[in-house]
């Protein structure tokens, strides 16, 4: 099945027109890496001031999908495993970061990574993606020039 995936301006993560969206702004400091950063609302509480595992899980997913943007693929996530290191107080400031790890065909290898302010990782998480199009192979092995 071809599915047609066109972007829009009502993602709940990074649509400037979804109302009860994130807002989120992407960067591209590189090829196949994508960052963000937020604060958490306070409406995103799982357990008393804590931030709910699922909004961490989401925004893994959303920058790791942003990755793949940023080596021109559009993607949808297949399979995702996050790891939560250290709990977030709602209110924290997170930055989320990206990264394509090896294209094969028209699997995608992600890997991202959520930090509080002082730079230590509170969650981080592995996914496997599916390109729209076959992607030209990208590998962790490859030298940089």
Same mark, same amino acid.
């Given at each position: 099945?071809?599915?047609? +995936? ?24 590189? #090829?196949?890496?994508?960052? $963000? ?10 357990? #008393?001031?804590? $931030? &709910?595992?699922? /909004?961490? =899980?989401?925004? /893994? ?14 993607? !949808? ?26 294209? @094969?065909? @028209? +699997? ?8 509080? =302010?002082?730079?230590? +990782? ?8 599916? =390109? $729209?199009? @076959? !992607?030209?192979?990208?590998?962790? &092995?490859?030298? #940089?020039?």
């Amino acid at each position: 099945m071809n599915l047609t +995936i066109d972007r829009d301006s009502h993602c709940f993560c990074c649509g400037a027109d979804n109302e009860r969206g994130l807002h989120l702004v992407v960067s591209y400091p590189e #090829k196949g890496m994508a960052e $963000t950063s937020l604060s958490v609302p306070l409406w995103f509480s799982g357990w #008393k001031s804590m $931030t &709910h595992g699922g /909004l961490l =899980a989401t925004l /893994l997913d959303e920058i790791m999908a942003h990755a793949c943007v940023g080596i021109s693929q559009q993607a !949808v996530t297949a399979e995702i495993t996050v790891r939560y290191q250290k709990a977030v107080e709602t209110g924290a400031t997170l930055r989320a970061v990206g990264k394509v790890e090896e294209a @094969r065909g @028209r +699997i995608l290898l992600t890997q991202g990574w959520l930090y509080d =302010a002082e730079g230590s +990782i509170v969650a981080e998480a592995s996914a496997r993606f599916v =390109a $729209t199009t @076959r !992607v030209g192979p990208v590998s962790r &092995h490859e030298e #940089k020039a």
